[in-house]
Structure formats: C-alpha cells, structure tokens
C-alpha cells in the first residue's frame, strides 16, 4: 500500500508560480512512477508529467517548458513546479504513483486557481 499526500495548492495571479509536493508513505521502495494529473470542472482528468524511478519525465504539450516534476528521495517527495502560470491551468491537481506489483495510488488532490 502507498498513500500520497499532496499540498501547495492555492490562488496565483496569471503569469505566476507555485509548487506543489506530493509526499509517499508506505511501501516506498514498490513505487516505480509517480504523476502529477489534472482535472478542470467539466473536463477529464489528464495527465500532466510522470517522472519514474530512473528519473525519466515525461510532459503534456501544454505543460512544457513551464512545468517542471522532479523528485526528493531522501524526503520520498515528488515536486511539481509550475511556472507561467495560465488561467487554463486552473484545476484540482493529483498525484498519482504506480508500483511494480500493479497497484496505482492517488492523492486526495489540490486546488490550483490561476485568476486575477
């Protein structure tokens, strides 16, 4: 079992940033890739950037180049940070981690809000 835990949401005027951290607990060492996804009212969820245990990323279009995932394995984290911030990034942000024996986590999810 792993449980994620995710914070730094908030509001943040257009052009702005912020971080979010998506902190694992539990069976650490079964992870083998963690997500950060998104999902605005009315839309699906999608995918944002994945990064894997060998520190592969991976990012949507919409993302790159302003978004950048990285991970603390001393602090079994994974950080999402977002630059110049859009008013369509504005939606309930998850973390997501998928082990080796199959088993795909999610967070509780955090509200980014990119209004000015």
């Known amino acids: 079992q792993v449980q994620l835990e995710e914070s730094g949401g908030g509001l943040v005027q257009p052009g702005g940033s912020l971080r979010l951290s998506c902190a694992a607990s539990?069976?650490?060492?079964?992870?083998?890739?963690t997500g950060w996804y998104r999902q605005a009212p009315g839309k699906q969820r999608e995918l944002v950037a994945t990064c894997t245990s060998d520190g592969t990323t991976n990012y949507a279009d919409s993302v790159q180049g302003r978004f950048t995932i990285s991970r603390d394995a001393t602090k079994n984290t994974v950080y999402l940070q977002m630059n110049s911030l859009k008013p369509e990034d504005t939606a309930v942000y998850y973390c997501n981690s998928n082990t080796f024996y199959g088993g795909s986590y999610w967070g509780q999810g955090t509200q980014v809000t990119v209004s000015s």
């Open positions: 539990g069976s650490i060492s079964s992870i083998y890739a």
